[in-house]
């Protein structure tokens, strides 16, 4: 037994742990499937020329998702602490510099930001189930549609009542510690999102046109694709997995010894992609029933969709669903996006595990009131407007900017490039538990492929 090994083995007897490798997986799956599936995943794919499309995606899954994602569980389980901590353990250990934990610094500093937001696009989906459930978009027009969600970005009111109901539950999930909390959730959660999406995906086989759908989804047009296309792909891959968010460190620092690292980590990959394509399925056999566009941006979620449930049988019902479903996936999300900075604070301070979660919630939330003026009072206002690529950007346009296209892959840059040629390559092999040809090709991926592409990434964001 390595070092790493036998000092991580230590941290077993006083750290809570997931009760079954089925319980982490969920966790992970819960963490990955969010709004980036069921909202972002159909409209980029639809503005990119569907099959090609989702066939670059699933080969970017390959080469940068899984590889980063099993180096950042590695982390997490050989440190067996918080994020932070846990880096610079493996730092030390492996005889490299502590100053590497900047990448989960980064990482922790990203998610928390991102939940600010995100919370507020929670609070969207909530607000939009009572909608669907009362018939509020029955036989609307895109005039009436459109006057509901312009309505409420309009109102710091509502947006602040919803944004509170959604980091509450957040919070209340994250306050309950690992058994109690983040494993009771997901496993309620994250089989009731999946039963959901298959109703949804059974109500659009009704609709005429899931051949439609079908081949839209997995018949490769290359010549719709192109360069932007594939960096898309690139891009999505990597965000959509929960990387770079310290994440998979927090969840990585409660699994188990006997679990296998790499199996996990692809079956998390498998799970999550198939939510995406599974949302596809829902999403648009809908939108071609209504003679709607399939690239229709991010307003296909809250304005295209309510158009078509409101004028289609039995829409309110299914229109409800599909929301519920989408609140699920943005909880689940946002109890990750949580859980490394509690982690983290029930670690430092004197602090209990519920006080941490209600310091860091009340925190986040507070964040997020900047957000909600920036859609309505503070509309106009453009903090770093004297700059040209920035002009007209609100605050919530610069908090998801930064996010994601600095900070995420910034941090998982870092990660790649330190487990890949810092940390020693015996310690890899024992904790990824990798036979032979699959440990080589992960290796040469973390090493050459996963940083390059990620690198691709980070310049084309900077300069697109």
Not at 317 to 341: Q, R
């Amino acid at each position: 037994m390595t070092q790493s090994n036998s000092a991580a083995d230590s941290g077993n007897g006083a750290r809570g742990l997931w009760s079954s490798k089925f319980a982490f997986i969920l966790a992970a799956t819960g963490s990955a499937v969010g709004l980036g599936n069921i909202w972002k995943f159909p409209y980029v794919t639809g503005e990119n020329g569907g099959g090609a499309f989702v066939l670059v995606y699933l080969l970017c899954i390959a080469i940068i998702g899984i590889p980063i994602m099993m180096a950042e569980v590695f982390i997490g389980r050989n440190g067996r602490h918080n994020p932070i901590t846990s880096f610079r353990l493996v730092a030390e250990r492996n005889l490299a510099s502590p100053a590497w934990r900047v990448s989960a610094i980064v990482g922790m500093l990203a998610a928390f930001i991102i939940l600010s937001f995100y919370s507020v696009i929670g609070g969207w989906a909530a607000s939009y189930i009572g909608h669907a459930a009362m018939g509020d978009f029955t036989g609307g027009t895109a005039e009436s549609v459109g006057e509901l969600f312009g309505g409420l970005l309009g109102s710091p009111i509502q947006l602040l009542a919803w944004h509170t109901v959604f980091m509450a539950l957040v919070v209340l999930v994250v306050s309950r510690g690992l058994k109690g909390g983040l494993e009771r959730a997901v496993t309620i959660l994250m089989p009731a999102l999946f039963l959901l999406l298959l109703l949804v995906v059974g109500y659009a086989t009704t609709t005429g046109h899931f051949g439609e759908a079908v081949s839209f989804l997995f018949t490769p047009n290359f010549e719709a694709l192109t360069v932007k296309g594939v960096l898309v792909a690139l891009g999505h891959a990597f965000f959509t997995l929960s990387l770079g968010m310290a994440i998979m460190m927090a969840y990585g620092s409660y699994l188990g010894r006997d679990v296998s690292i790499g199996r996990t980590a692809v079956s998390v990959a498998i799970m999550d992609t198939v939510v995406a394509l599974l949302a596809g399925l829902a999403i648009f056999p809908v939108v071609f029933a209504n003679g709607l566009e399939a690239g229709a941006g991010p307003g296909l979620i809250f304005q295209t969709l309510p158009l078509a449930f409101g004028n289609m049988p039995m829409g309110s019902l299914f229109g409800t669903l599909f929301f519920v479903l989408l609140l699920f996936a943005a909880w689940t999300s946002g109890i990750s996006l949580l859980e490394p900075v509690v982690e983290w604070v029930e670690e430092k301070t004197s602090l209990a595990r519920t006080g941490s979660a209600i310091l860091v919630g009340v925190l986040c939330w507070a964040l997020g009131i900047v957000s909600i003026l920036s859609l309505n009072v503070w509309s106009d206002v453009a903090p770093l407007g004297m700059f040209a690529a920035f002009e007209g950007k609100t605050v919530f346009d610069l908090l998801d900017y930064f996010t994601a296209n600095i900070m995420l892959p910034l941090s998982g840059l870092l990660t790649a490039i330190f487990v890949g040629w810092f940390v020693a390559k015996e310690s890899l092999k024992s904790d990824l538990a990798l036979q032979g040809g699959a440990f080589s090709l992960w290796y040469n991926l973390i090493r050459f492929v996963t940083p390059i592409a990620v690198a691709i990434v980070f310049v084309y964001n900077l300069t697109a």
